[in-house]
């Protein structure tokens, strides 16, 4: 079950602060995340983008607000507590280990065992067929299933990552800047993947620094400056440009704008001429 069909959201966010001593890294952050839809959380360095994921997945506990889950507020202790719910997080450094197999890294921490007592072991054949149907089910091919996972791209990785959330229940993804260390044409590949887990039925976060890459997938657009939510609005209210120039701090951009008009209406005014020729 990946969807919520009573039309609450399945992770909302009402007024929420984190501080870090007396570092005030998110205030009055509300946003919600529905079932079968890519909302993006954008935002310059220091926005706050990862201390948002970490109260999200559970790492980081909140200090002011509502953090709900399907309608029920919920104070997690462990990315354990997150996970039981059905949130999940791909970082962007995934934890695998790079000469195991693509399967055995897919099952890693949660392997499948035939037998009992003393005759207990790994399935392997399960899991091989396991992990080769759940990733042909994203559509993802890969030309080998037993090639250690160390010799995927990045974007191929990222893919078996979104792949494993989905098979182990996630019903919330949360994706950090899974496209900030790729090029162009692996970037287009996770982010199509990306798509896939959104049409499945699945909530999906995607922080990332780029508009490009969140306007190609995002229905829904949350942008922070300085912690505080500087735009939260959906696709069908904003275009690209709009989104880049909120992005690049539309407000302060304008500012420098007429900032800089001034300067050179001054300059070529006639006084300021005549005082310049002496
Ligand atoms: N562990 C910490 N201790 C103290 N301050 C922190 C800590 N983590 C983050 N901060 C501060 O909180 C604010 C938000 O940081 P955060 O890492 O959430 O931003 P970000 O948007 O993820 O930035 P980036 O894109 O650079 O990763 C920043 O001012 C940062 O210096």
């Given at each position: 079950m990946?969807?919520?069909?009573d039309?609450v959201?399945?992770?909302?966010?009402?007024?929420?602060g984190?501080n870090?001593?007396?570092?005030?890294?998110?205030?009055?952050?509300?946003l919600?995340?529905?079932?079968?839809e890519?909302t993006?959380?954008?935002?310059?360095?220091?926005?706050g983008?990862s201390t948002l994921?970490?109260?999200?997945s559970?790492?980081h506990?909140?200090?002011?607000?509502?953090y709900l889950v399907?309608?029920?507020?919920?104070?997690?202790?462990?990315?354990?507590?997150a996970l039981?719910?059905?949130?999940?997080?791909?970082?962007q450094?995934?934890?695998?280990?790079?000469?195991?197999?693509?399967?055995?890294?897919?099952f890693?921490g949660?392997e499948?065992?035939k037998?009992?007592?003393?005759w207990r072991?790994?399935?392997?054949?399960?899991?091989?067929?396991t992990a080769?149907?759940?990733?042909r089910?994203?559509?993802?091919?890969?030309?080998d299933?037993?090639?250690?996972i160390g010799?995927?791209s990045?974007?191929?990785?990222?893919?078996?990552?979104?792949?494993?959330?989905i098979h182990f229940?996630?019903?919330?993804?949360?994706?950090?800047?899974?496209t900030a260390a790729l090029?162009v044409?692996?970037?287009?590949v996770?982010?199509?993947?990306v798509?896939a887990a959104?049409?499945?039925g699945l909530?999906?976060?995607l922080?990332?620094?780029?508009?490009?890459?969140?306007?190609?997938?995002?229905?829904?657009f949350v942008?922070?400056?300085?912690?505080?939510?500087?735009?939260?609005?959906a696709?069908?209210d904003l275009t690209?440009?709009?989104?880049?120039?909120?992005?690049a701090g539309?407000?302060?951009?304008?500012?420098?704008?007429?900032?800089?008009d001034?300067?050179?209406?001054?300059s070529?005014?006639?006084?300021s001429?005549?005082?310049?020729?002496?």
């Amino acid at each position: 079950m990946t969807s919520n069909t009573d039309g609450v959201a399945v992770v909302e966010l009402d007024g929420v602060g984190k501080n870090y001593g007396n570092i005030c890294a998110l205030s009055g952050v509300s946003l919600a995340v529905e079932a079968s839809e890519v909302t993006c959380i954008l935002g310059d360095n220091g926005a706050g983008k990862s201390t948002l994921i970490k109260v999200i997945s559970g790492l980081h506990s909140y200090d002011e607000g509502r953090y709900l889950v399907d309608g029920e507020q919920v104070r997690f202790t462990s990315p354990r507590d997150a996970l039981n719910r059905g949130i999940a997080t791909v970082y962007q450094d995934l934890a695998v280990v790079p000469l195991m197999s693509v399967w055995r890294n897919f099952f890693l921490g949660s392997e499948v065992t035939k037998g009992t007592g003393p005759w207990r072991r790994l399935d392997v054949t399960a899991m091989r067929e396991t992990a080769d149907a759940e990733l042909r089910k994203m559509g993802i091919d890969l030309p080998d299933i037993d090639q250690p996972i160390g010799t995927l791209s990045g974007g191929q990785r990222q893919c078996v990552a979104i792949a494993r959330a989905i098979h182990f229940g996630a019903r919330v993804l949360i994706l950090d800047e899974p496209t900030a260390a790729l090029g162009v044409k692996q970037a287009g590949v996770v982010l199509k993947y990306v798509a896939a887990a959104r049409d499945a039925g699945l909530g999906v976060i995607l922080i990332t620094h780029n508009p490009h890459h969140a306007f190609m997938v995002g229905d829904h657009f949350v942008v922070l400056r300085q912690g505080q939510v500087e735009l939260n609005a959906a696709r069908r209210d904003l275009t690209l440009d709009a989104l880049t120039l909120h992005m690049a701090g539309g407000a302060e951009l304008e500012e420098l704008r007429h900032e800089l008009d001034r300067l050179e209406a001054t300059s070529t005014s006639p006084a300021s001429a005549g005082w310049k020729n002496g």
